[in-house]
């Protein structure tokens, strides 16, 4: 007689079938570009409940235990999924998901055995990444720089909780062991982390500046931790700026490119955004939330003024006055009859053409359109590879290269006007704003003269030089 469903051999069989499929999601999520990803740590599991054959997903945190000497025990925590059995998790489980609800509830643990402990790390760490003033700084971090903190600091705290659980005190760190120690993580992290090759060097950088900056902040506020402990460390140096351009020739495929593929279904989306990458030297994150809201439109002089907060939650006015751009824009904010299109938000919505999966029968493929949604950032830059290769042009080209580009035609163009360059890109610094005195004057001298590069000119200029 065949075996029934709920015999216990078929049943170990398929939890080690489930367990296989589970470390292949893992290995399918890291391979996928983006930042979402699943390391070692902290560490969960599924099984099976006997009599219901429902799967488990089995983690550890951590809880208060005056008896430990760590003063915290880990503990077997499970969630029950009820509506996926032994049969079906296929159809329904999401490993990402579940790793970041273990990662929420070990976060939750950990700030709730420490939140109120003035000696703790996680104690200091959560007060520097409150959404108050830095010293010497009247404004208060935006959110995207106090989750930068969060995503270091809590970094290094889990890999002490892993490693070093004796180093989870704050004064443990006012100390030359604690320099040493953090060498040997940031050490541990250029030559193991979910990238083959570890850490690279701008990120070993910002890793370091961040939690630097934490315990001089530190300092500050308790004047018996030593300050400059973790300054002026051996080995870590600040990478060298990446200084990659378009050379003349890779300008001109760019160019010829964008004019052979402007309607083509798989490249027509991209060409704008590339367009305005080219001639305004703006980052890929102002260029991708630019927001209709932010325009204002002179259609009589063609001219297109966006103003908006960037980098560092500076004020920045961009004037777009190159033809091909404003038409561009133009066709993407208002309808048929001109008027400004009130079913989006953002200029640049999400539209694109999707392959189909041969994997599943060539479904899922076709034309997506999300207008509640901008692009991401690492879907452009996904898209800005994909074109280098096409055109077998410098693959350490970025959407970076694309403000570089603006700089060094900007300054060929003015003759190197260095401050109407500067006022251009939004390099806002205390000495460009003393000479400039006021800035609302100064964005007014950026009228009556070209604001955008003329992509034209750039490639005649291109043809005098190689003669």
């Known amino acids: 007689m065949g075996q029934s469903n709920t015999h216990p051999k078929l049943i170990k069989t398929k939890l080690k079938n489930l367990r296989k499929w589970v470390a292949d999601e893992i290995k399918r999520v890291n391979r996928k570009r983006g930042l979402s990803k699943i390391s070692k740590s902290p560490k969960f599991s599924y099984k099976i409940d006997a009599r219901t054959h429902k799967i488990i997903l089995c983690y550890t945190i951590s809880v208060p235990d005056a008896t430990k000497k760590k003063g915290y025990k880990r503990v077997h925590r499970q969630k029950y999924h009820k509506h996926l059995t032994i049969e079906d998790y296929k159809l329904g489980l999401d490993v990402l998901e579940d790793y970041e ?4 509830e070990n976060d939750e643990a950990i700030s709730s055995l420490s ?61 030359h062991e604690g320099v040493s120690l953090f060498i040997e993580y940031l050490t541990y992290k250029q030559t193991n982390s979910i990238k083959k090759n570890g850490w690279g060097n701008t990120t070993i950088n910002n890793s370091y500046r961040t939690i630097r900056a934490f315990f001089n902040w530190v300092s500050d506020k308790n004047h018996q931790f030593e300050r400059g402990l973790y300054s002026n460390l051996r080995g870590i140096d600040r990478p060298e700026p990446d200084k990659t351009s378009f050379s003349n020739n890779e300008i001109k495929k760019v160019l010829e490119f ?56 500076k004020r920045r006015v961009i004037y777009i006055d190159g033809e091909h751009t404003f038409n561009e824009i133009i066709s993407l904010i208002t309808n048929e009859d001109g008027t400004l299109r009130t079913d989006k938000e953002y200029v640049f919505h999400r539209q694109f053409f999707k392959s ?16 509640d949604l901008p692009y991401s950032i690492s879907g452009v830059q996904h898209k800005f590879r994909k074109m280098t290769k096409l055109l077998k042009i410098n693959q ?26 500067r006022l251009l890109l939004g390099h806002s610094s205390l000495k460009m704003v003393m000479e400039y ?31």
């Open 258 to 313: 964008m004019d052979r593929y402007k309607e083509d279904k798989k490249w027509y989306w991209f060409i704008p955004m590339l367009r305005v990458l080219l001639v305004s030297g703006c980052r890929i994150s102002e260029m991708v939330n630019m927001k209709i809201n932010d325009l204002i439109l002179d259609k009589e002089n063609q001219l297109i003024k966006w103003e908006f907060y960037g980098k560092g939650n």
């Open 437 to 467: 005195h006021d800035t609302d004057k100064a964005h007014q001298t950026l009228i009556g003269q070209r604001n955008t590069l003329d992509l034209g000119k750039v490639l005649e200029r291109n043809e005098r030089g190689t003669i």
């Open 356 to 371: 189909p999966n041969p994997n599943q029968d060539k479904m899922g493929g076709g034309f997506i359109e999300r207008f």
């Open 115 to 175: 939140s109120t402990d003035e000696r703790s790390l996680v104690f200091w760490i959560e007060k520097y990444c409150s959404p108050i003033p830095r010293r010497g700084l009247t404004d208060i971090p935006n959110e995207k720089t106090l989750q930068n903190y969060r995503l270091f600091l809590f970094d290094y705290h889990k890999w002490l909780e892993e490693y070093h659980p004796k180093f989870l005190s704050l004064w443990t760190h006012n100390s």
């Open 396 to 421: 350490s080209l970025s959407p970076h290269s694309c403000r570089r580009f603006f700089c060094m035609e900007k300054l060929r163009e003015t003759n190197g006007d260095l401050n109407l360059v």
């Open 101 to 104: 609800y273990v990662i929420k």
